[in-house]
């Protein structure tokens, strides 16, 4: 589910753990190919494929082996190995020519080429695609829109200048659902550089492009850039689309200001039963990105609001219970204060994180 989010770091820490406690049973290839997935994402192809031999090695008789083969194919394309990267996809579709991702291989075949010659095929691929897209009619349109969709994420594999300069193009000159749909692709190929351009112009973007942006930076883009420039999204209650993307961006941030923006967040109330319907969704999205925090940098600030015994009660609440899911012993002590709290939902909500944690140190405190 991390990976699928995009959180490749949870998700390897995740996989990690399995990889630890039952990595060479039935689902070790599995746990080693989601491995090499997020060595992939956070470009480190080399480490990937280590990890993928691991699989043909150790689980030569796995039903996961076609998948280990296209992902192999994925990380030489990285490594750009074009040659070793053609040679593993052809295995897969010889050995295993039934499989979804031999399928996968044929549709995707031509980006294990160099970058001019990938650009020379996929720029008329998308000028075609975007043709169809704006002929359809606007009720029948989600099906050009995906293929659109497609052409632009095959450009964004090409990490290039040259890419670069196409998808900035494409954000500059189209609009609406086009230019959402190669936000993701640029901030890919063009790392915090074009993060920080597509920041510079979001003012003149549409609710679709400034939803793309929030949900594709990635904590490698926000370091570069003054999250501050956000604020009003997160707050923005009457735009949710908006908001929840806002919530995400920060929770992936995991800086101290970061937490503490998200915690200000949250309504200023007692109890859940005090907010409206729509605070209570933003409220729940606030709550499942605290849970997900995993830097100390991000406990230590949650910890302090539950130390600090002022304040709004529903926040101390909601961040004393997500500290129970972060797993992390810095939370151990800012939940022993909670205990005694004087608001009795404050406690409550330390007593069940503590049990999470397994903290035993706290038993008498309890």
């Known amino acids: 589910c991390r990976t699928e989010l995009g959180e490749s770091e949870f998700a390897r820490e995740a996989y990690e753990v399995a990889r630890n406690t039952d990595g060479g049973g039935r689902q070790g290839a599995a746990v080693r190919i989601g491995l090499a997935r997020c060595r992939i994402d956070a470009e480190r192809a080399a480490e990937a494929l280590t990890i993928l031999e691991e699989v043909r090695r150790d689980f030569p008789e796995s039903l996961e082996v076609p998948v280990a083969l296209y992902y192999r194919g994925i990380a030489l394309r990285e490594l750009e190995r074009y040659d070793e990267a053609n040679e593993a996809w052809n295995r897969l579709t010889a050995d295993y020519p039934g499989s979804e991702y031999a399928r996968r291989t044929r549709k995707e075949r031509d980006t294990l080429q160099p970058v001019r010659d990938r650009l020379a095929l996929l720029i008329p691929e998308y000028e075609e695609a975007k043709r169809e897209f704006r002929a359809s009619p606007k009720r029948e349109n989600r099906a050009p829109l995906r293929t659109l969709e497609d052409v632009l994420t095959k450009i964004g594999t090409a990490k290039d200048p040259l890419t670069e300069r196409f998808l900035q193009d494409v954000v500059r000159k189209e609009g609406g659902e086009v230019r959402a749909a190669a936000v993701g692709p640029l901030l890919r190929v063009g790392g915090a550089r074009s993060a920080r351009l597509l920041v510079d112009r979001m003012d003149s973007f549409d609710e ?96 302090a609001v539950v130390e600090a015994r002022r304040g709004a009660i529903l926040r101390r609440v909601v961040v004393a219970d997500s500290l129970g899911h972060t797993r992390a012993r810095a939370a151990v002590e800012p939940l022993r204060a909670g205990l005694f709290d004087s608001a009795p939902a404050v406690a409550a909500a330390s007593v069940r994180s503590l049990g999470r944690l397994r903290a035993e140190e706290a038993a008498g405190d309890i």
Do not use: N
Not at 250 to 264: C, D, N, P
């Open 208 to 303: 679709a492009t400034l939803v793309a942006l929030l949900e594709g930076l990635e904590r490698h883009h926000l370091e570069k850039i003054r999250l501050g420039v956000f604020e009003d999204h997160l707050r923005s209650g009457g735009k949710p689309r908006i908001q929840y993307a806002a919530i995400d961006c920060y929770g992936r941030a995991g800086t101290a200001k970061a937490i503490e923006a998200l915690v200000e967040t949250i309504p200023e109330a007692s109890a859940r039963e005090e907010v409206g319907a729509s605070q209570t969704r933003t409220l729940d999205r606030i709550a499942r990105v605290l849970r997900r925090q995993r830097e100390l940098e991000a406990i230590e600030r949650l910890g």
